[in-house]
Structure formats: structure tokens, C-alpha cells
Nanobody
């Protein structure tokens, strides 16, 4: 059973930083691309950043490019999202999920490949 658990959210002032972590279990972590998504109140869930399993390639949404950095530690079955220069518009619940590796590796974005989601972690950026 795929299990994903997000952590690291919190309240931060604009311009601040947070580091989110996604801990995975129940599957062969090395074989899966992982993505971070977010959902703000009244808005659809959107892909923020993803990292491939096959070649380590990454994808970032335009809204976070240059501010967020995704990384993975296969030894610890974790994917981290370092978020710098946070803005109030980044306020949302952040989720991680497994995604299609070919989509990430092709630079096409983040597409979830299953219905497995963690409970999410709240990020609130005050102005």
C-alpha cells in the first residue's frame, strides 16, 4: 500500500523559507517519480514541482521557478521541497504524490499516476 506523509508546513512571513518533506513507504521508492502539489481555498489542485526517478530531472511550475528546489534522498525514501522567498500566493495545503516519470522527464509537468495522496501540510505565508 502506497503511503505518503507530508511534513514541514507552518506559518511564515513573506520572504521567509520553509522546507517540506514527503516520507514514502509501501512501494519501491527508487522506481517512482514524486511530485509536490498544492491546493489553495477555492482553487484547483496544481502541480508545483516534480522529480524524476529515471534521470533525476525536475520540473517547476512557472510560479515557483527560481524560488523552490526539489530533491530526493532514495536512501531515506524522502522527497524534500525547499521553499524560499515565499509569497502570500504560496499559501495552500501542500501534498505529495507519485507521478508519471515520463511526463516529468519530458519536461511536461506533474501528472499523478495513482489515487494515493498524503494528508497534506498547511503552508501559510503572511504579508
Amino acid at each position: 500500500e502506497v503511503q505518503l506523509e507530508e511534513s514541514g508546513g507552518g506559518l511564515v512571513q513573506a520572504g521567509g523559507s520553509l522546507r517540506l518533506s514527503c516520507a514514502a513507504s509501501g512501494f519501491t521508492f527508487d522506481d517512482y517519480a514524486i511530485g509536490w502539489f498544492r491546493q489553495a481555498p477555492g482553487k484547483e489542485r496544481e502541480g508545483v514541482s516534480c522529480i524524476s526517478s529515471s534521470d533525476g530531472s525536475t520540473y517547476y511550475a512557472d510560479t515557483v521557478k527560481g524560488r523552490f528546489t526539489i530533491s530526493r534522498d532514495n536512501a531515506k525514501n524522502t522527497v524534500n521541497l525547499q521553499m524560499n522567498s515565499l509569497r502570500p500566493a504560496d499559501t495552500a495545503v501542500y501534498y505529495c504524490a507519485t507521478v508519471y516519470d515520463g511526463v516529468v522527464a519530458g519536461g511536461l509537468g506533474c501528472l499523478p499516476d495513482s489515487g494515493s495522496w498524503g494528508q497534506g501540510t498547511q503552508v501559510t505565508v503572511s504579508s
